[in-house]
C-alpha cells in the first residue's frame, strides 16, 4: 500500500510566481491535512480538506493561498504570487475517517519550496 | 505564548542511554496527545498516541501524559544511534485531529 505521495519534492520559484503543490493521499483515505514546516520550527496546521469540500481553512494566510481536494485526482495547495517568507516545507498528511481510533495522520515526505 | 512548548535542543546522549523528551501546552482542552519522529528533510511518522492522563508502552518508548500540569513526556530506552532524528509532540482537542505541533527537539545518539 504506497504511503502519502507529493510531488514535486523540491520547487524553485521566483518572486512573484505561483506555486502548485501536490498531494495524493493513501488509498481509501478521503480526509488531507496540510501543514508548512518553517525552519527552526514545528508544523504549522494550514487547511483540513475532504472530497470537494474545505472542513477547517483557520490556519491558512488570507491572501494568496488556496487549497482543494477535488473528486478526482489530487489535492492541490496553491500559492499565488509567492514571496520568499513562502520559502519553507510543506507536508500534506491523510487519514482515513474522523474519528480518532481511524484518523491517525500519515505524512507524505513534504515538498521543499524556494522562493529566490 | 505557543499553546504547545518543547525545548529544541539538541540533546545529545551516548548509546544506550535513556532518552527523556517533553512538552508543555496550555490549553486544558488538548484529549489527544502524539510523538512523532522526523528524521533529515523526511516526513513524520506516528511513533505513539495516547488519550487523556496516563502512560503507554511501545516496546522501547514510554509516553506518558499528566494533565493535571500539561505535560507529556517520551522516554526512549537502550537508545540507538538510529534514534537520531527530531521528536515532535503534538496534541488536539478534536476527534478530527487539527494537530497543534511542539518545535520538536532534535536527539542524537552517539555510538
Known amino acids: 500500500n504506497a504511503g502519502v505521495m507529493q510531488n514535486p519534492r523540491h520547487l524553485v520559484r521566483r518572486r512573484g510566481q505561483e506555486a502548485r503543490l501536490r498531494c495524493s493521499p493513501m488509498k481509501g483515505h478521503s480526509h488531507v491535512y496540510w501543514y508548512r514546516q518553517l525552519p527552526e520550527e514545528g508544523l504549522k496546521f494550514m487547511v483540513y480538506l475532504q472530497k470537494e469540500n474545505i472542513i477547517d481553512e483557520s490556519g491558512m494566510p488570507k491572501e494568496r493561498f488556496s487549497a482543494e481536494f477535488p473528486k478526482e485526482g489530487p489535492s492541490i495547495l496553491r500559492i499565488q504570487q509567492v514571496v520568499r517568507g513562502d520559502s519553507a516545507a510543506y507536508f500534506c498528511a491523510s487519514s482515513f475517517s474522523t474519528g480518532f481510533v481511524g484518523d491517525t495522520q500519515y505524512f507524505g515526505p513534504g515538498t521543499r519550496l524556494t522562493v529566490l | 505564548q505557543k499553546e504547545v512548548e518543547q525545548d529544541p535542543g539538541p540533546l545529545s546522549v551516548p548509546e544506550g542511554a535513556i532518552v527523556s523528551l517533553n512538552c508543555t501546552y496550555s490549553?486544558?482542552?488538548?484529549?489527544?496527545f502524539m510523538w512523532y519522529r522526523q528524521y533529515s528533510r523526511k516526513g513524520p511518522e506516528l511513533l505513539m498516541y495516547t488519550y487523556s492522563s496516563g502512560n503507554k508502552e511501545d516496546g522501547r518508548f514510554t509516553a506518558q501524559v499528566d494533565k493535571s500540569s500539561k505535560y507529556i513526556s517520551l522516554f526512549i530506552r537502550d537508545s540507538q544511534p538510529s534514534d537520531s532524528a527530531t521528536y515532535l509532540c503534538a496534541t488536539t482537542t478534536d476527534s478530527w485531529g487539527k494537530l497543534q505541533f511542539g518545535a520538536g527537539t532534535q536527539v542524537v545518539v552517539t555510538p
Open positions: 490549553n486544558s482542552a488538548f484529549q489527544y
